[in-house]
């Protein structure tokens, strides 16, 4: 069967009823359209969330622990069937030859890796709070962290100007209603106490750091944690945070040490992310899916207003798979232009979000709405919405090809 | 070469169902080529029911139709579209040109479908067809704006589009006045005496008198045969023999 003559009749019913095709072509230029702009919506505010939360932590941290528990000597030695209350062995805190590991990691990782010495402490300024301390070389911490560019006063070096110098957070900074260049106590785990110099003020946007970590020099760090020369976490920092799982994996192999992903570290965050996308493709699915009725509506109409036209194209020998192939492109034609005006108005719906302005808590700024544009988002839309319409115009083709000729015949004679 | 263009043997059609009805109940028939056959009877005697096997719209629940030699009761559903695509064109009672399209489309329709010819060649054909039918100049108009006789002739542009061998014709002229029914009458024997076969169903006597041969049937039976044409038409028919209008 000629395939022009298909479309050709195909075009004439979809152009010669023109509210219809136009109601069809709506229902899916909506339904591809606000998917769109969900799905834009929804990546957007996913990926700025993660850019934040990657920006503010190393991709990769090591730790100076094990995963599991080291071999014990009566376990080497005897091949013990059960032991109890077994004390561990290497109670040595910290990562043996830091800068060897690190000259090592250099080698081969695509990114730049510090040192750091983390602890915890108190903060005593008329009142006391616990904090984590972060022991940094500011001349590698630039490699390894956007601090630089979150600091809100003073730079990462002045560490280096002043004796036991600090930088706190800015929600920590309020909560002490302290300033640069003032001196708080710090309070170490074994009891050290020193008077720390507050040189700058830093706002990562994330609330449980701003409020709770201050960044001293490692040296002060150590002294804090009572363990000279200890070096007990490295901070790695990739080309592409997406890779920093796989690094990581390679790093401990290497290593021995704990290597910490930010997809692990935040694993509990990144879990709720894949119900919450599960989610909105649902209601995009089912978005698309309701539109998809409104072709199966108007196929089911043409169909029943063209039983006689069916029959008459089937006496005169057309073959039923081409006649019900009228309908189905009828209804890809449908599909087709309502996705292309879907894309349309998905477009200027993103455009018309990113233009509008809200308070983000995290940052404590205006921002405009974060809108992701993809090509993917647009041809799984389309793509979606396509299958659905030639398959919602399948079974009404279907059915009305399967009607025989001479009942229709008999009944308009 | 056989001269037989449509041929039925013991053909039967029985609908099935909690009450079971004969339609057609055992017919044997002949056709040659370029004969005109009309059938006649009374309304439910079977007669559309037996052209409608004929022309392979409808399977017999028995027996065989053979059209150009060819025996057609084990052809798949698309085979027996194949050959009324090919083989046979249909006229009905009603036109059933589809509406959207113009006169020249619909008679194109049939060779698109055939996809046997070139465009050009076919849009020659059409207008060509048209022109004998004596609407070259509502070629391109659609169904709504055209007379009965008009669409009906164009239907018949259409049945014929494919030169098919056989022209099978449901009551072609039961929705038409009587200047119409004459024309469309003239036309089909004309195509007759083209050397095509035509099966006509008709209620009307006296222009199944203008036939080659006739077919009583009764009850889904043939009751009589009438050989020949008859000697003269009905008053009625001469009448509206007279070119006016259509």
Not at chain 1, 103 to 124: E, F, M, N, Q, Y
Not at chain 1, 214 to 239: F, H, K
Request: aromatic content about 6%; charged content about 20%.
């Amino acid at each position: 069967m000629a395939a022009n003559l298909i479309l050709n009749i195909a075009w004439t019913h979809v152009t010669t009823r023109v509210r219809q095709t136009l109601v069809g072509m709506a229902g899916v230029a909506m339904g591809v359209g606000f998917t769109i702009m969900m799905a834009g919506l929804m990546q957007g505010s996913q990926i700025d969330f993660l850019r934040q939360l990657v920006d503010t932590m190393p991709h990769v941290t090591v730790q100076d622990e094990r995963r599991t528990a080291p071999v014990q000597p009566a376990d080497q030695e005897y091949g013990a069937v059960q032991m109890s209350n077994v004390a561990n062995i290497n109670s040595r805190p910290g990562i043996k030859y830091p800068e060897s590991v690190m000259a090592s990691l250099r080698s081969w990782i695509p990114g730049d890796v510090a040192p750091s010495v983390k602890t915890t402490a108190i903060v005593d300024h008329g009142g006391r709070i616990g904090i984590t301390l972060v022991g940094i070389d500011p001349r590698q911490e630039v490699k390894v962290s956007k601090l630089p560019s979150q600091m809100r006063e003073g730079q990462i070096s002045d560490l280096l100007r002043a004796p036991n110098g600090i930088i706190i957070g800015q929600a920590l900074a309020e909560k002490l209603a302290v300033k640069t260049g003032d001196t708080v106590s710090l309070i170490g785990g074994q009891g050290t106490q020193v008077s720390a110099a507050i040189v700058g003020i830093f706002r990562s946007g994330l609330k449980r750091v701003d409020e709770g970590q201050i960044y001293a020099l490692i040296s002060t760090a150590q002294v804090m944690m009572g363990q000279s020369g200890i070096i007990n976490e490295l901070r790695l920092r990739l080309n592409d945070p997406v890779s920093a799982d796989v690094i990581a994996r390679r790093v401990e192999a290497q290593t021995g040490y704990k290597s910490v992903s930010w997809q692990e570290a935040n694993s509990d965050l990144l879990s709720s992310f894949a119900v919450r996308d599960f989610i909105v493709l649902t209601v995009m699915g089912a978005m698309l899916l309701t539109s998809s009725f409104a072709t199966y509506n108007i196929i089911s109409t043409i169909t029943n207003e063209k039983r006689q036209d069916i029959a008459i194209m089937k006496s005169l020998g057309m073959r039923e798979v081409s006649v019900r192939r009228i309908f189905i492109i009828e209804a890809a034609i449908i599909g087709v232009v309502g996705m292309l005006v879907g894309w349309i108005i998905g477009y200027a719906l993103c455009y018309g979000w990113s233009k509008i302005t809200i308070y983000n808590t995290l940052t404590g700024t205006t921002v405009p709405i974060s809108i992701y544009y993809s090509p993917l988002q647009y041809i799984i839309a389309g793509g979606i919405s396509l299958l659905c319409c030639t398959g919602a115009a399948f079974f009404p083709a279907r059915k009305a090809t399967r009607v025989h000729p001479v009942e229709i015949i008999r009944g308009a004679s | 070469m056989s001269d037989v263009a449509l041929q039925a043997v013991g053909l039967v059609r029985r609908i099935e169902g909690a009450v079971s009805h004969t339609l057609v109940n055992g017919i044997d028939l002949s056709v040659n080529k370029g004969e005109f056959l009309a059938i006649t009877g009374p309304s439910g005697s079977g007669k559309s029911s037996l052209l409608y096997l004929l022309g392979l719209l409808d399977a017999p629940s028995a027996g065989e139709v053979i059209i150009c030699g060819q025996p057609t009761s084990k052809l798949s559903e698309d085979d027996r579209a194949n050959v009324r695509l090919t083989k046979c064109g249909f006229v009905f009672q009603f036109h059933f040109l589809l509406p959207e399209f113009t006169s020249l489309e619909n008679v194109l329709l049939p060779m698109r479908a055939a996809g046997r010819m070139g465009e050009k060649e076919m849009h020659a054909r059409g207008l060509e067809l048209l022109a004998s039918l004596g609407l070259e100049d509502h070629a391109h108009r659609r169904p709504n704006q055209l007379s009965g006789g008009q669409r009906q002739r164009v239907a018949i542009a259409r049945a014929l589009s494919n030169r098919p061998e056989i022209i099978v014709a449901d009551e072609p002229t039961g929705a038409l006045d009587t200047t119409s029914t004459e024309q469309v009458f003239s036309i089909l024997r004309e195509i007759a005496d083209s050397g095509r076969t035509v099966v006509v169903v008709t209620h009307d006597p006296a222009l199944a008198a203008r036939a080659d041969r006739r077919l009583h049937i009764v009850d889904g039976k043939i009751a009589q045969t009438f050989e020949g044409r008859a000697s003269a038409p009905e008053p009625a028919v001469a009448a509206a023999a007279a070119p006016t209008q259509a």
